[in-house]
């Protein structure tokens, strides 16, 4: 296991399709450096439904993904609306997602739920009209 | 049950993953919600849904799923294939709707990961 390792992505805003790409090259690295298919899979899917939230609610945003010898931190800020009651964004089933985007397959209210339910920490901070930063932990 | 006993079962098209028939499965997960897939799918190895969009790759590939079952006649365009392709998961695609398509493996023995 090698410490002290962190991976950036710009997150484009305007293109669905590509939505998960950084999750995808993030879940392969760990794998080439050894982590365990669980914790693997838990990364890739809570920082997989943080890119979409970005894609869908935030026009994109910046993903920064450190791992080090005991956790992987997963740091998702973006510059969008802000998320004005997060109590309400945390209940399963709530979202604010538009029905294009539920065409789509998301927008079931399951993203934040999720992304809490894979990792071992998660913190929000969020702005109305400024932004939302997103820290999840995974430890190892 | 092998991927290649599911298509014949659901008289199934191989549109990938050939190579891949003999792997041997157990738990599916069907929805046409990704967000559902995400949340209650992470012990499945099969999914079956008729939505038809490359974030059915993604999800399948976030939860390690090795093989992705479209239903309703639905058929992923070349760029998904591309993407299962570079993924190792296999595709198949049957006209059965997707309770049809869940009853007929069901009765084969797989089962729901719950």
Redesign the interface.
């Known amino acids: 296991m090698s410490g002290g390792l962190t991976f950036r992505y710009t997150i484009d805003g305007d293109d669905?399709?590509r939505?998960?790409e950084a999750?995808?090259s993030v879940?392969n690295k760990l794998k080439m450096l050894g982590l365990s298919?669980d914790v693997t899979?838990r990364v890739?899917?809570a920082m997989?439904?943080g890119e979409?939230n970005m894609v869908i609610h935030a026009d994109g945003g910046v993903i920064t993904v450190a791992v080090s010898d005991s956790e992987i931190t997963m740091v998702l800020a973006d510059t969008g609306p802000g998320i004005p009651d997060v109590e309400k964004a945390m209940r399963?089933g709530y979202s604010t997602a538009r029905e294009e985007v539920?065409s789509?397959?998301?927008?079931?209210?399951?993203?934040l739920?999720?992304m809490k339910?894979y990792t071992d920490e998660m913190q929000i901070d969020t702005v109305v009209g400024k932004g939302t930063t997103i820290t999840m932990k995974v430890r190892l | 049950m092998t991927i290649r006993e599911m298509q014949k079962v659901l008289d199934a098209k191989f549109l990938y993953g050939e190579e891949l028939e003999d792997l041997d499965v157990e738990f599916v997960f069907s929805a046409?919600?990704?967000?559902?897939v995400?949340?209650y799918g992470?012990k499945c190895s099969v999914l079956i849904t008729g939505?038809c969009?490359?974030?059915?790759v993604?999800?399948a590939?976030?939860?390690?799923i090795v093989c992705i079952i479209f239903v309703r006649g639905k058929m992923p365009d070349e760029?998904m294939l591309a993407l299962a392709m570079g993924?190792g998961i296999a595709v198949l695609a049957t006209d059965h709707y997707m309770f049809t398509t869940c009853g007929m493996l069901y009765e084969h023995g797989l089962r729901g990961g719950a």
């Open positions: 669905f399709t939505a998960g999750s995808s879940k298919a899979r890739a899917i997989y439904e979409i399963e539920r789509l397959g998301f927008g079931a209210g399951m993203g739920p999720n339910r | 046409d919600m990704m967000s559902d995400l949340a992470s939505l969009n490359p974030q059915v993604r999800t590939e976030m939860l390690d760029n993924k």
